[in-house]
Nanobody, 127 residues
């Protein structure tokens, strides 16, 4: 059974930074496309960023481009989301997700493209 565990969330001031980590159990992490999503209170979950198996391809939601960076360390079975220049609008529960089978089209930005999900970590940005 594949398990995803996020960490690194918390409280930050506007303009500050946080780095989220997502540790993935199992032996086939390097085959997964990994994504980050977020869900603000009262809103639907939305795509944030995605990275392919090698790290050579990434894609971001428009509002986080230039501020967030997704990366992965296959030796540690971990994917990261470095969040800089945080804004109050970034406040949400952040989820990492694994696309085990590989989507037919790139980038996979929909919930149903992913097979496994973490439990989420809260990020709160104060103004």
């Amino acid at each position: 059974q594949v398990q995803l565990v996020e960490s690194g969330g918390g409280l930050a001031q506007a303009g500050g930074s946080l780095r989220l980590s997502c540790s993935v159990s199992g032996r086939t992490f390097m085959r997964y496309i990994m994504g980050w999503f977020r869900q603000a209170s009262g809103k639907e979950r939305e795509f944030v960023a995605v990275i392919n198996w090698s790290g050579s391809m990434t894609q971001y939601e428009d509002s986080v481009k230039g501020r967030f960076t997704i990366s992965r360390d296959n030796a540690k079975s971990t994917v990261y989301l470095q969040m800089n220049s945080l804004e109050p609008e970034d406040t949400a529960v952040y989820y990492c997700a694994a696309d085990r089978l590989g989507s037919s089209s790139w980038p996979p930005i929909n919930d149903n493209d992913y097979d496994y999900w973490g439990q989420g970590t809260q990020v709160t940005v104060s103004s």
